[in-house]
């Protein structure tokens, strides 16, 4: 739902961002739970929280051409994915987003349209690569 409404909006509501916080905080209290290894879990929210940071930055310096609430996405899922995970979401959402670019700056040289002022929604990449992640963990 929350990429719709990135698609229709291109901003995110912050009740749909604290309801999916929500969901996120309650799966990495389960897990401390289920896996009482306090140490692998806080090394690996501490590096995914670093890569987040890295996507916050890079909203920062670009005017927020990836928004804020991308940002707090990516912060949000390093509570459910390790390092590794985190890394591959964060490398291949960004791919994604920038090979569908690509065919979108074609489609419109092809057809004679304007090519300034392409914006893309980021958050429907950072949920189809999530899903490939959490499907290729099963």
């Known amino acids: 739902y929350m990429s719709i409404v990135d698609i229709m909006k291109r901003e995110m509501s912050i009740k749909l961002l604290i309801m999916f916080g929500t ?17 692998i879990i806080f090394y690996n929210l501490c590096l995914s929280l ?7 930055f890079i909203s920062f310096i670009t005017n927020e051409k990836i928004g804020k609430a991308d940002a707090i996405i990516y912060v949000l899922i390093s509570l459910i994915l390790n390092w590794q995970e985190m890394f591959i979401l964060l490398c291949f959402s960004i791919f994604l987003s920038a090979l569908f670019g690509i065919f979108v700056i074609l489609y419109r040289r092809i057809k004679a349209k304007n090519l300034k002022n ?3 929604p980021f958050i429907p990449f950072i949920a189809v690569t999530l899903n490939i992640i959490i499907i290729n963990n099963e």
């Open 50 to 56: 670093i890569m987040s940071g890295f996507v916050a």
């Open 118 to 120: 392409i914006c893309l």
């Open 23 to 39: 969901f996120c905080l309650m799966y990495f209290f389960i897990n401390i739970i289920r896996t009482q290894n306090l140490h």
